[in-house]
């Protein structure tokens, strides 16, 4: 459901909230009843550091968004709880079909000008992970993740998390975990040096800190995300170079690919972006050692 959130009362009529734009839906009530207290919206800064626009922004605290942004609605982890949501979703892919609305792109700053841009295409459920260096205008693709040729797992759990605690050191508006983990974390995997408990925990706490309180029916889960990013026992091995550069390689024997453009750095191509990231990952650092003094 793009840029509104739906309130639909016993009398089938749709709720003013301030801040979210209804969307225009006609249904029988006893069909679905969808009772929630928005009137606490997730907290977004509203300084430089971070741009969300205001249709994803407003989006946060729905079930329909968030149903397509783990893929809920194609049968993805989370599919069997989505019950009377269901038709919500069919109405909103109806919607898309005759929406022009361009995707959207959502900017975290870690420090030192280094920010991580996240792109929303729902239309096309097509989501890009990049970073924009201090010195570069250009954007730098990590990777991305579609329903046809994904390839989305550019970060290590570690660095995602670290990422989250920079942002949320700049940001006090932004803890972590919160929605900065929530939209990110489809880009990180998890193997067997994780923590893989504490992982889950901190996505379930981001996902369950946008959740509006009365609202009882289908919303994503840390166990969601591990169905899509637990790599243990998938034989990925992490090997750093001499540059640095933390690469993976996948064994020949295994029974989920990990799709990553991750992969050994070769001379003369530039397929990741592996001087950027380590670069951004110092800045992150930076900022939190900076805000710990």
Known sequence: MRGGWLVVTASDEFGEVEGFRPMSVSRPADVVTIRCDLTEPVPVSDDHRMVI?????ESLQSPVFW????FAHEDGPG???????????????DDDEQSEEAALDAEFDVGGGHRVLLTVDSQVDSYSLGIVASDSADTAELGWDDLAHWHP???RWSELDLICRAVAALDPQLPHPGA???LLCRFAAVFEDDDVDRAVAAVDAAYASLRPQEWDGYWPRGTDWLDRADFRGQHVVWQRD????LWARQEPVHETDFYSTRMEPAAGTDHFPYARLQA????AAATLNTNAD
């Open 67 to 70: 149903a397509r942004y783990t």
């Open 153 to 155: 797992y550019a970060l």
């Open 79 to 93: 599919a069997d709880r989505l019950g009377d949501l269901e038709e919500l979703l069919d109405d909103d892919l």
């Open 53 to 57: 626009p205001s249709p994803l922004r």
């Open 280 to 283: 951004l990952l110092a800045a």
């Open 180 to 182: 900065p983990l929530a």
């Open 242 to 245: 001499q540059a640095g550069n």
